[in-house]
């Protein structure tokens, strides 16, 4: 049967592996022969699984569990970033050998350049409908046939760039195709993740076993699409559409996007202009040549096709139609996923290309034809009955499942709609070894192939997604990614020789992608600086006001006030405690909520999540270990939670420390690791700009009000606590707590990388170092001016004179004064830089059409 | 015959619209007896981007995209066209093929021609065949009935039981409301008698275009005129295209200009699009002139 060479084959005749399970009568059983010996393919890897023993293979298989957690491998994310769910994998290789793997792939090229034909006939001549081999109703009735898609512009012979294949195994180990993806194939990222998890938790097995690698494909995927803007220029902008973080496949765009060194972009980070496609990034405009869309066909352009769209590019469809632009997979591809094609496939592979197909499909009927419907009715039973047309609640009737009234309702349905309905018959899966909760158990699963153009055939992955049942009960594995388990799918090469490796992380240079990063991650960037340092605030205020009400000394009613304010003040939520003294007296719940009500605006757990937020836009930016941090973060926001579930707790600052903690790790990070491009710039101009506007605030809040010496000592205390500077000030000024020292510590110490004078010098330098827009301004910038204006302000201020009380008022009066004006300053700034480097753009709105009446 | 035709549309926003894509189906197109001799098409303000092309259905389109701000666009088309005479009034009698023997050569699908028609039987953006919109006009439509006798007496019946009333409809007004209220403009009556023709397993498409302004002296004005008019058109496969106009009761000879056809309204939109900012309202103007030369 094979060659294939197993190292341990030693290991093996010591110790025979039998199968620990049996999988069911009428399944293929991928691991084991009917004698329960492994299969030769799989020889090596049992013996690594037996060699590993339950405990070995736990730990494993926790380690994958941590990799996939650290790479930020989700799916589904739902509209809670505090609980992604984490992509699921098993840790036992699915095996195939190179000679089996060599028949399956010559199938699927076929299969390929079949879909591809199938999709220029569709779109151009319609000879399979004008000749009558595929019914015309099925291609007519389909809402994914977008006639405006007809006869687009393509620069090269192959217009399906991407084709997947679902594929599951027939009892006697027969491949059969039950359904084809070719809009924008999800999948093959997540199998690169499998495999990059998988070979690092195995690597000695993933070594001896010759696994034919997967970077080749991937480095056919950069030539193919570079090669589909050579008409355009010579270096062409590539950029991943993706319908943004709420996808539920928006880790594998990410990672994508990162792996093949390609921009991610949204649909409003584009732009149509003068007929072409642009991406509005920080130095303007930068033209884009090839677009690879993860969004739906008819969701691409507001102009000419779904109006309601958020994810469009307006206009696009007419610059991919002049050619101007390169849209992949081409729009309108959507149409060839109906299952209604895999009943006439032969007879369009013999009228297309003349050859007998290499791989059957599952056997499907057309309802539409009258002459299929006989044999339909008097099967049903043993049918399942499919919409043709996949809409967002299309759901397959498993008939088997049905008494004779669902039977009957089925049919009924059917004959209503004929054109609308495919019958397939239910092919069992094979059986596939996973490891759970310590033993090897066999599920049912499929693979799903990913196939890429090259000039005049294609590349297929020799590897795949393979995705067995998540429990035990389930016989059918979910269509769409989630609900299932993934397996990491490994061709064993038959020859010793490694293959020729193109090493993974051979990125092209980011240099040109990194200085143009699409306004909106900037604008994201900028706002995790910013909720970050909000949080953090907000932080250390409250684990001050926590040690002061249950410290041992007193806190008078009056610290109470103005501590208790500042925070109501510093979270935003006002009056919060503000002119209530019966909430000031009893302050717990107020406080347990700015803490963990994440309905709060301000609180500090919507801060958090807002920032974790921003951060899931932006995830292809992020280092490693920036998401491990974000991770404990997490982890630290659920213990918060669960440690004030019941109110404020009884030491209430303890749980806020490890939040703290990772905050402060984040900041380091980011000062230690990070490129100091303009990612790094704009996270930083949003953490300044807070800190400052948070610190004049605090000032504000806290010192402008005279006190009483003991509790005026108290409260600068506490803010010097707040903002880690008694310990200086202590050592500086002794015990003498005099509100102008404090100032001096606090706003113009240049050497407290927490004074206010300390954030607007940063501010000063990082907006020297932004891309500047080409017209001339006379003078300074206003931005620049505006900086300026509060380095002097702060630094020509008379510190005693700010101390002082005025008579009239009763207060601090220049001191409040003061600090308003730098907050308003430092608000009209971040307005500025906001308008000058984010995008502002409102979507568009449909044009109201005109209505035959107007002759009266 | 020939015409000058000059439609133009105008839309007035409430604040200055920035930027705009625009897909117009505003040109006449050539049809079997009917020929542009000169076109003229021009924006205001000046599109940086236009091109001019063909859709699915082979109507000329007009593509173009303004991005300088404005408070007003306005589209202006002039074109000269000839019309030969279509009359197929004395086909009504002679032509036998009835409605049972269309269905069961649809049916049957043995030519491309019929392969291709399926397109018109079926669902479409605005069109969803019933069991409600069959009822209505099953009388006419009884397989011993020829098609062109019963899509006359169809079109008349639109015309005698439904009322042009420009306020009663909008845009979007599915058939099956027209049908209940019984009256609506051009585009309803047009595409009442799709919906009914296609839920009774007959192709029908809909058309796009102008009528006469003023009639040859001695005949009267026709409802429809000074703007953009509809109507519809059934296969016959010897004929090819048939046009009924249920708004006049009448068969198209050579007072109907056609711009475009398609399976509805939504395919053959006169001008369709988005724009940026622009305030929350549009008003719209259209005018339209038909005069002989």
């Not at chain 1, 930068?286 to 307006?314: H, K």
């Not at chain 1, 002061?548 to 009613?557: A, E, S, V, Y």
Request: net charge negative; hydrophobic share 40%.
């Amino acid at each position: 049967m094979t060659n294939i060479v197993t190292p341990s084959t030693a290991a093996l005749t010591e110790a025979p592996f039998v199968a620990p399970y049996a999988a069911p009568e009428n399944a293929f059983d991928e691991a084991f022969e009917v004698n329960r010996l492994p299969r030769l393919a799989w020889q090596s890897v049992m013996s690594a699984v037996h060699e590993l023993g339950a405990e070995g293979m736990q730990d494993r298989h926790l380690r994958a569990q941590r990799i996939l957690r650290d790479d930020g491998a989700t799916y589904n994310l739902k509209s809670d970033p505090l609980s992604p769910n984490v992509w699921s994998l098993d840790i036992i290789p699915q095996v195939m050998v190179e000679s089996e793997w060599r028949v399956l792939e010559a199938a699927l090229k076929q299969r390929a350049k079949l879909f591809d034909l199938i999709y220029k006939d569709l779109y151009g001549e319609q000879r399979l409908l004008k000749e009558g081999i595929l019914p015309s109703e099925i291609v007519f009735s389909h809402p994914g046939f977008l006639r405006q898609c007809h006869g687009l512009n393509w620069p090269t012979d192959i217009m399906l760039t991407f084709h997947a294949v679902d594929l599951v195994r027939d009892q006697s180990g027969r491949f059969i195709a039950t359904g084809d993806r070719t809009q924008a194939p999800s999948g093959a990222g997540y199998a690169l993740e499998n495999r990059t998890v998988v070979s690092r938790v195995l690597p000695s097995l993933f070594r001896e076993s010759q696994t034919m690698r997967l970077a080749g494909f991937f480095q056919t995927v950069r030539e193919t699409l570079s090669k589909l803007a050579l008409h355009l220029t010579e270096s062409p902008r590539i950029v991943v559409l993706t319908p943004g973080a709420y996808s539920s496949t928006y880790f594998e765009q990410a990672y994508m996007a990162n792996h093949l060194g390609y921009p991610l972009v949204q649909g409003g980070d584009l732009t149509v202009r003068n007929g072409k496609v642009w991406m509005k990034s920080l130095n303007g405009l930068s033209r884009v040549d090839v677009i690879v869309r993860r969004v739906e066909d008819a969701f691409c352009d507001q102009a000419e096709l779904r109006s309601d769209s958020m994810l469009g590019v307006p206009g696009l469809l007419e610059v991919a139609r002049q050619g101007n632009v390169v849209v992949t997979n081409p729009l309108g591809s959507g149409l060839l996923e109906t299952p209604a094609i895999l009943a006439f496939l032969p007879q369009i592979s013999q009228f297309l290309m003349a050859e007998e197909l290499l791989l059957d499909s599952v056997e499907t009927y057309w309802c539409g034809d009258t002459n299929h419907m006989g044999y339909i009715e008097a099967n049903l039973k043993r049918l399942i009955i499919k919409p043709a047309f996949r809409g967002i609640n299309s759901k397959s009737i498993y008939c088997h499942q049905l008494d004779a009234k669902g039977l009957a309702d089925t049919l009924a349905m059917v004959k209503a709609n004929p054109v609308g309905f495919v019958a397939q018959h239910y092919i069992p899966s094979s059986y596939s070894p996973i490891w759970d909760n310590g033993v090897m158990h066999a599920r049912p699963g499929i693979l799903r192939t990913f196939s890429v153009a090259t000039d005049e055939d294609f590349c297929v992955m020799p590897g795949g997604l393979s995705r067995v049942a998540d429990h035990d009960d389930q016989c059918i594995v979910s269509k769409r990614l989630s609900g299932s388990r993934s397996k990491d799918m490994w061709v064993l090469s038959d020859s010793t020789e490694t293959d020729i490796d193109v090493p993974l992380d051979n990125l092209p240079t980011s240099q040109a992608q990194a200085a143009n990063l699409p306004s909106r991650v900037v604008e994201n960037l900028f706002w995790f600086g910013r909720y970050a340092e909000r949080a953090e605030m907000s932080l250390r205020l409250m684990r001050t006001i926590f040690k002061q009400l249950n410290g041992i000394d007193r806190f008078p009613t009056e610290s109470r006030e103005v501590l208790l304010g500042a925070m109501s003040e510093i979270t935003g939520s006002l009056p919060g405690f503000q002119d209530q003294p019966e909430l000031i007296e009893n302050p717990n719940d107020e406080l347990a909520a700015l803490v963990v009500d994440a309905n709060r605006v301000g609180s500090i757990k919507a801060n958090l999540q807002q920032m974790l937020a921003c951060a899931e836009q932006v995830k292809e930016m992020l280092s490693a270990d920036t998401r491990i941090i974000l991770n404990e973060l997490r982890d630290h926001i659920h213990s918060v939670d669960r440690a004030y579930v019941n109110g404020l707790p009884s030491v209430p600052e303890e749980s806020l420390d490890s939040l703290v903690t990772s905050l402060l790790a984040i900041s380091g990070l980011n000062h230690e690791s990070m490129l100091r491009g303009m990612d790094w710039m704009f996270q930083e101009i949003g953490r300044r700009t807070e800190r400052a506007l948070l610190t004049a605030n605090l000032l504000k809040q806290t010192l402008s009000r005279p006190l009483p010496s003991l509790q005026q000592q108290q409260v600068l205390e506490s803010v010097l606590l707040s903002v880690e500077a008694l310990i200086s000030f202590r050592r500086r000024y002794r015990t003498r707590a005099r509100v102008s020292y404090g100032l001096d510590l606090l706003m113009i110490d240049r050497s407290n990388p927490r004074s206010l004078i300390y954030q607007i010098e940063q501010l000063r330098k990082y907006l020297e170092e932004l891309p500047q827009s080409e017209q001339t301004v006379l003078g300074l910038s206003p931005d620049k001016r505006l900086i300026i204006k509060s380095l002097n302000d702060i630094q020509l201020a008379d510190l005693e004179s700010l101390a002082q009380i005025d008579e009239s008022t009763q207060t601090r009066a220049d001191l409040a004064e003061l600090m308003t004006q730098i907050i308003e300053q430092l608000e009209k700034l971040t307005t500025l830089i906001s308008d000058k480097y984010f995008d502002h753009t409102a979507g568009p709105q449909q044009l109201i059409k005109a209505k035959w009446k107007n002759n009266v | 015959m020939k015409y000058r035709v000059r439609h133009l549309t105008e839309y007035l926003y409430g604040a200055p619209v920035t930027l705009c894509y625009n897909m117009a189906h505003l040109l006449p197109r050539d049809t079997h007896n009917q020929r542009c001799l000169s076109r003229r098409i021009l924006v205001s303000p000046t599109p940086v981007y236009q091109t001019e092309g063909e859709d699915y259905y082979g109507n000329p389109t007009f593509y173009f995209s303004v991005q300088e701000p404005h408070k007003k666009l306005a589209i202006d088309v002039e074109c000269y066209f000839e019309i030969e005479q279509n009359d197929l009034s004395n086909q009504l009698t002679l032509h036998g093929l009835t409605c049972g023997e269309l269905r069961q050569q649809l049916a049957s699908a043995s030519s491309t021609e019929l392969r291709m028609v399926k397109e018109y039987t079926l669902n479409s953006t605005h069109i969803h065949r019933s069991e409600e919109l069959a009822n209505y006009a099953r009388s006419c439509f009884q397989d011993d009935i020829p098609v062109l006798q019963a899509s006359m007496d169809f079109t008349h019946k639109i015309f005698e039981e439904f009322k042009f009333d420009p306020t009663a409809t909008s845009v979007s007004t599915p058939p099956e409301q027209v049908l209940k209220e019984k009256r609506g403009v051009c585009q309803d009556f047009a595409h009442l008698a799709i919906a009914c023709i296609r839920s009774l397993g007959l192709p029908a498409r809909y058309m796009s275009g102008y009528l006469e302004t003023l009639p040859p002296p001695g005949q009267e004005k026709l409802v429809g005129a000074d703007a953009s008019h509809a109507w519809f058109a059934i296969f016959i496969p010897d004929l090819g295209w048939v046009e009924f106009d249920p708004t006049n009761d009448l068969m198209p000879n050579e007072q109907h200009i056609v711009t475009a056809w398609g399976r509805d309204y939504a395919d053959v939109t006169p001008l369709q699009g988005v724009i940026f900012d622009g305030g929350d309202s549009q008003a719209l103007n259209v005018s339209v002139d038909v005069q002989r030369v």
